[in-house]
């Protein structure tokens, strides 16, 4: 089987939009998108939290601006309503997505985050649900969260950072399941 390595390279940092799941976000917005106040992240008042800008300075963690220090869909923020721990900010997207700074796979090394092969189907054989699709289940694991983790079709991937990649199955009593791709 041969395998093709393409490597290229994003952009920097952002200002006015994110790009993918806006982990290089680096404007002013400090509303979420129901209009809460962002807390500050050097604050431990209204919420406790671990995302401290002494502790994780590569996040950019300044005065109550949205942030993505967790690798999560999008920037978001704690809030300052003691009811609201956090929430998601509304911050558009940039016109065009980047492309990925890391390599294309169509074989697993270490977690499988750059696999971009065409394998849809589990380790127990179950086909996998496309990814752009809600039923049999539910997620937020979707094309437009992930912009660039190659959410195509029903192809196994690893969006998440999770052990290896996986998908949603087509099975309504099996959520998700691991695929079995092979190493490089």
């Given at each position: 089987?041969?395998?093709?390595?393409?490597?290229?390279?994003?952009?920097?940092?952002?200002?006015?939009?994110?790009?993918?799941?806006?982990?290089?976000?680096?404007?002013?917005?400090?509303?979420?998108?129901?209009?809460?106040?962002?807390?500050?992240?050097?604050?431990?008042?209204?919420?406790?939290?671990?995302?401290?800008?002494?502790?994780?300075?590569?996040?950019?963690?300044v005065?109550?601006?949205?942030?993505?220090?967790?690798?999560g869909?999008?920037?978001?923020?704690?809030?300052?309503?003691?009811?609201?721990?956090?929430?998601?900010?509304?911050?558009?997207?940039?016109?065009?997505?980047?492309?990925?700074?890391?390599?294309?796979?169509?074989?697993?090394?270490?977690?499988?985050?750059?696999?971009?092969?065409?394998?849809?189907?589990?380790?127990?054989?179950?086909?996998?649900?496309?990814?752009?699709t809600q039923?049999?289940?539910?997620?937020?694991?979707?094309?437009?969260?992930?912009?660039?983790?190659?959410?195509?079709?029903?192809?196994?991937?690893?969006?998440?950072?999770?052990?290896?990649p996986?998908c949603?199955?087509?099975?309504?009593?099996?959520?998700?399941?691991?695929c079995?791709?092979?190493?490089?």
């Amino acid at each position: 089987m041969n395998n093709y390595l393409v490597c290229v390279f994003a952009s920097s940092f952002t200002d006015n939009c994110i790009e993918c799941i806006g982990e290089n976000y680096r404007g002013q917005v400090s509303t979420t998108e129901n209009g809460y106040t962002c807390q500050r992240w050097d604050s431990q008042t209204p919420h406790k939290h671990d995302f401290k800008p002494s502790v994780h300075p590569e996040n950019n963690l300044v005065e109550n601006y949205c942030r993505n220090p967790d690798s999560g869909p999008r920037p978001w923020c704690y809030t300052t309503n003691p009811n609201k721990r956090w929430e998601f900010c509304s911050i558009p997207r940039c016109s065009t997505i980047p492309p990925p700074i890391r390599p294309e796979l169509t074989c697993v090394t270490d977690k499988g985050k750059a696999y971009r092969g065409t394998i849809a189907v589990t380790v127990s054989g179950k086909t996998c649900q496309r990814w752009s699709t809600q039923t049999p289940h539910r997620h937020d694991r979707t094309p437009e969260n992930y912009q660039c983790e190659g959410l195509e079709n029903n192809y196994c991937r690893n969006p998440d950072n999770s052990e290896k990649p996986w998908c949603y199955t087509t099975d309504p009593d099996s959520r998700w399941e691991y695929c079995n791709i092979p190493s490089c």
